[in-house]
């Protein structure tokens, strides 16, 4: 097994392992620290069933369910309630997946959730001729390269995280939390396997710092919206049929980019659960200063 960087930013290739094959317990292991080392991992040329995916997806945590209401019918039928198809394909005119079409902003999955996801899973069936890409924000760098000022004035901070199901760009200033799912996490997020602090914010979801004057919330959000789309923070993943990409959504958030609404794209979606509360992490001028 060899285990390349896909970028100085974040996410790292992993050569020679095949998923149709029973992995020993020493090659996950493997696997597992290049996830935490690198938050996110890619393993090309797969071709897997749906259970060879799971059983995969299994060994690093319970599988979550697609956390959102009025699921497809056929897709429970065909695929079961952990499965999501990200697609735009559509039979009789209706859609057979979710998030189908065009361009989506950075977030972590289910972030307005108590117990957000812990990962996501994403293999690659059908792709479009361009487009369609997939952008991954460091959010480790982005928390450590804030201006010291900046990070002083975080400290201790919670975010309001909100999401309307099926939203790809975000419409509304503020929505009506009781509508909508929502959970209040720290700005800074202590991550349970490596210790480091994240910044746990994101465009498409984080609708205000708890507490703050709304102006000065909205302006601090901002800069911090942008801070994370850093050239240097950023990796973009350019999608090949059999891709497998694996990321950690607690310390990196995703965007995509743009692609043809009339040309076939479908992902098949898996998410590993979290049981381990959010925890409020050091801020990290503070962590250099402890080494």
């Known amino acids: 097994m060899?285990?390349?960087p896909l970028s100085d930013a974040v996410g790292a290739e992993i050569r020679s392992v095949d998923l149709r094959e029973t992995l020993s317990v020493e090659t996950l292991d493997q696997i597992e620290q290049a996830f935490h080392d690198y938050a996110i991992v890619l393993l090309r040329d797969q071709d897997i069933t749906l259970e060879q995916?799971?059983?995969?997806a299994l060994h690093f945590g319970e599988l979550?369910?697609?956390?959102?209401p009025g699921p497809k019918p056929n897709e429970i039928?065909?695929?079961?309630e952990h499965v999501m198809l990200v697609t735009n394909v559509r039979e009789n005119g209706k859609a057979i997946g979710s998030l189908?079409?065009?361009e989506m902003t950075f977030h972590a999955d289910t972030a307005y959730f108590e117990f957000p996801s812990k990962a996501t899973m994403l293999y690659a069936m059908e792709l479009p001729s361009w487009g369609g890409n997939t952008l991954f924000s460091n959010c480790y760098a982005a928390a450590e390269q804030l201006p010291e000022e900046m990070k002083r004035r975080l400290d201790g901070q919670k975010a309001m995280q909100v999401y309307e199901y099926g939203t790809t760009?975000?419409?509304k200033e503020?929505?009506?939390r009781e509508n909508f799912p929502h959970y209040a996490h720290p700005v800074f997020r202590k991550h349970p396997a490596t210790g480091r602090s994240a910044l746990f914010v994101s465009e498409l979801m984080t609708e205000e710092i708890v507490g703050m004057p709304k102006a000065e919330s909205d302006e601090i959000l901002g800069k911090l919206f942008e801070h994370q789309k850093k050239a240097e923070m950023v990796y973009e993943h350019e999608w090949k049929v059999g891709d497998l990409v694996m990321w950690d959504n607690r310390c990196t958030i995703h965007a995509r980019t743009d692609f043809p609404r009339d040309e076939r794209r479908m992902l098949r979606r898996l998410t590993i659960q979290d049981t381990t509360p959010v925890v409020e992490g050091a801020v990290p001028y503070r962590q250099a200063a402890a080494e």
């Open 174 to 176: 503020k929505y009506d």
């Open 100 to 102: 189908p079409d065009g």
């Open 169 to 171: 760009l975000k419409t």
């Open 77 to 80: 039928d065909e695929y079961g």
């Open 64 to 68: 979550g369910s697609r956390n959102r």
């Open 2 to 4: 060899e285990i390349v």
């Open 53 to 56: 995916q799971k059983t995969f």
